[in-house]
């Protein structure tokens, strides 16, 4: 390394993108690493599962992002494994050897213990994940509207959704807007309008981190678009196109959708040190590993506490926080050695929000808690001030507008074969 | 059918939406059979394949075409054969009977004889192919950043195009822009300006269709930009990897493309009448199938002379142009019986065009010949003009403006996995 400090950062999401663009220290390398491509910016992927926005919108190349920056290398690569005794990352197709570490890898879904409901009820990860789903639902309607059998026409219109979070609260309204608004006139032999879309949620509450009065609002919101919002409901087992519940009724269904539960990725075990049940590493309150002060994990597989000692949501203003922080700790490391200050992280809680469609939406910042309308307007702005890379606000800002406007979504395309050209799993779900 | 006309019409390209769009009779029902639920507007595929554009830019789903149109339905199925006798077209999922027919199928890449070749060299008929290309391409240049091996990155940063027609060229200057401006700062390893783009033709001149001042203008401008542009050059063989031509040279390269020939889609042999070699059907001069005044082949699968004999070409205009035609048949048909009149198929030339790159182009219309700028001026304002539906016009301008400004691409989205997680050839295929 001739002497130069090397700093590898695993993943090219929020936390691992904000360390990259916040540090810059004089004689030192950075190298990210990331499976894809592209940074996601992962609010919005529900959009394009809808076919609200396509793919291009809310990814950007992360060499684009990042191509004013000599110090920085990006490489499109896996993780395997790390070496943490030789401080070298092995890669699928390099070894990279560090001196400091950022482990930014994110989270994936979890099935609690059932990994084998992950064929028949996908979760929305990746831009795969979401372009999939959006040809699966759409295929659906088109079967349906191939199709004679009545029963089977009511099960094909039918999308279960798993999981009341923000996620499947996002979902369930754009399907419900899909359904109702955008494909209204487009079929002869269906009534898309009688799309069954079921949110189902095993707490007595959907958005179970919201205060009470946001949680109804937001269920208020939801069954006025048609949702039928089933919550203190358990899924006992799901199986190709039904669920199962608790109580032994079986949901019949063309799209079932997982967005009950996430965890760190798997790859955090490797490290060595403690982790909580969902995966997430236990970091110090500077976000260093234990024993390993130059290796630090931040983002939705980051466990640590806020000045109130809960832990601190894996949302993306926390990932890029982190991110900050640490680019600090190492600038300072490097620049002073190991007497440099290591100041603990400190969560900034902006606020959250969900959106549920149109105009539909529930906020709260500290003690304001908004609803509808206005919650909506504030999630618009967010989102639209925090798009990195101007394209992707210009583009969006026009979708929505031509969205909200004619009622129509132009990114309805379906990117498979016709249906019943391969085997439906195969067909169906091939990106 | 309740004593209603049925006309069905197989294929939602130019040919068989324009005739959708220009067919209207009172009580007469139609019936529109696509395999793929969306109209792709095919003079542009090559930009998303080079990642200039985003699907939903080209694509629009046909269902929201003619979703005003309630004598119209849409059907998303396959056609597996003709019941000429009986009338019916046999679907995967359904069998339609009809009362007039119109055979709007298109084409398909021919690899003359080769079949095999498909796997290492596809070609460039679908939204599908479109993005496997872009991210086979995308990857070779991720793996080559990754690659410490001379050689292998030289090999992994060549694409050869096969055919110089007008796809080819459009796809040679697409990706000689792509590796020259778009990613010139993005790579810390490789310099992508230095990829090798090369386009092979068997003869003696690209663009053999146009006249030869402009062949040789395009290819001028072609190599301006960098492109080896080689004439009188046959290919032997293609295998993986690597191309053989005739002379045994033997060109390494990571990605190879076919452009070099079209056919009609296998399915016109089931018509049961004469075909040519490239197994287009030889209509009556209204396009009708000869012995079936009842069925009409129109667009690339249908060989029908010009005034002066020669061949229509198989392009976007003719295929809309013949839509209309037989529009105007049928609706007299279904008006008068078989006493209506029948005229002859005439072909408009507009002229013919193909594009280069940035301010590059060829155009011909009647006796004027442009090259250069003024034939991209006119290239493009052709283009917006013609897009079909106003989201994508605004979105294509945006996007071309953007990419004419900053030297950027926003749709550089490699959609499959990190390289390597699967065989080579199923990962860097998949969409």
């Known amino acids: 390394m001739d002497g130069k400090f090397h700093v590898v950062v695993l993943g090219g999401g929020f936390g691992g993108l904000t360390f990259c663009k916040s540090f810059q220290s004089e004689g030192t390398r950075v190298t990210l690493v990331d499976r894809t491509n592209h940074h996601l910016f992962?609010?919005?992927?529900?959009?394009?599962?809808?076919?609200?926005?396509?793919t291009p919108d809310i990814a950007q190349p992360i060499r684009s992002i990042l191509s004013d920056r000599e110090d920085i290398t990006v490489l499109m690569d896996e993780v395997l494994d790390f070496d943490l005794a030789g401080r070298k990352i092995v890669l699928r197709e390099n070894t990279l050897?560090?001196?400091?570490?950022?482990?930014?890898?994110?989270?994936?879904?979890?099935?609690?213990g059932h990994p084998e409901w992950e064929?028949?009820?996908?979760?929305?990860?990746?831009?795969?994940?979401?372009?999939?789903?959006?040809?699966?639902?759409?295929?659906?309607?088109?079967?349906?509207?191939?199709?004679a059998a009545r029963e089977e026409t009511a099960k094909l219109m039918t999308i279960v959704i798993i999981g009341g979070g923000p996620t499947g609260v996002e979902l369930?309204?754009?399907?419900?807007?899909?359904?109702?608004t955008v494909l209204q006139n487009d079929f002869r032999h269906i009534d898309p309008t009688k799309a069954h879309i079921i949110l189902l949620e095993g707490a007595p509450h959907i958005l179970g981190n919201f205060p009470l009065d946001l949680s109804q609002s937001a269920q208020r919101q939801?069954?006025?678009?048609?949702?039928?919002?089933?919550?203190?409901?358990?899924?006992?087992?799901?199986?190709?196109?039904e669920v199962e519940l608790k109580s032994g009724e079986i949901i019949r269904a063309g799209t079932i959708l997982w967005a009950a539960g996430v965890s760190a990725v798997p790859l955090t075990k490797k490290l060595g040190v403690e982790l909580d049940k969902a995966g997430r590493v236990k970091v110090n309150p500077d976000l260093s590993l234990p024993g390993h002060p130059e290796i630090f994990a931040i983002g939705d597989l980051a466990l640590v506490m806020d000045e109130e000692g809960k832990p601190v949501p894996g949302v993306s203003p926390a990932a890029m926080q982190m991110g900050r922080h640490v680019a600090g700790i190492i600038?300072?490391?490097?620049?002073?050695?190991?007497?440099?200050?290591?100041?603990?992280?400190k969560y900034f809680d902006?606020?959250?929000?969900?959106?549920?469609?149109?105009?539909?939406?529930?906020?709260?910042?500290k003690r304001i808690h908004l609803s509808g309308y206005p919650a909506w307007l504030m999630w618009l702005f967010v989102h639209i001030v925090f798009l990195i890379g101007f394209r992707n606000r210009v583009a969006v800002l026009l979708n929505w507008a031509y969205a909200y406007i004619g009622y129509k979504r132009g990114a309805r395309i379906i990117t498979t074969g016709a249906p019943g050209t391969?085997?439906?799993?195969?067909?169906?779900?091939?990106?």
């Open 42 to 54: 992962q609010p919005l992927l529900y959009q394009v599962a809808t076919a609200g926005l396509s």
């Open 97 to 112: 050897p560090y001196d400091y570490l950022v482990v930014a890898l994110g989270g994936c879904n979890s099935y609690f």
């Open 119 to 147: 064929a028949f009820a996908p979760g929305l990860k990746t831009i795969n994940d979401a372009v999939r789903i959006r040809s699966r639902v759409l295929l659906e309607f088109e079967k349906a509207e191939n199709c």
């Open 172 to 180: 369930a309204g754009a399907f419900a807007e899909l359904a109702r």
């Open 222 to 241: 939801l069954e006025r678009m048609g949702v039928h919002v089933r919550t203190s409901t358990f899924v006992k087992d799901i199986r190709e196109g």
């Open 331 to 345: 600038t300072e490391g490097i620049r002073f050695g190991p007497k440099a200050a290591r100041p603990p992280f």
């Open 350 to 365: 902006k606020g959250t929000m969900a959106t549920i469609g149109r105009s539909a939406a529930v906020a709260q910042v």
């Open 422 to 431: 391969a085997p439906a799993q195969q067909n169906n779900w091939q990106p």
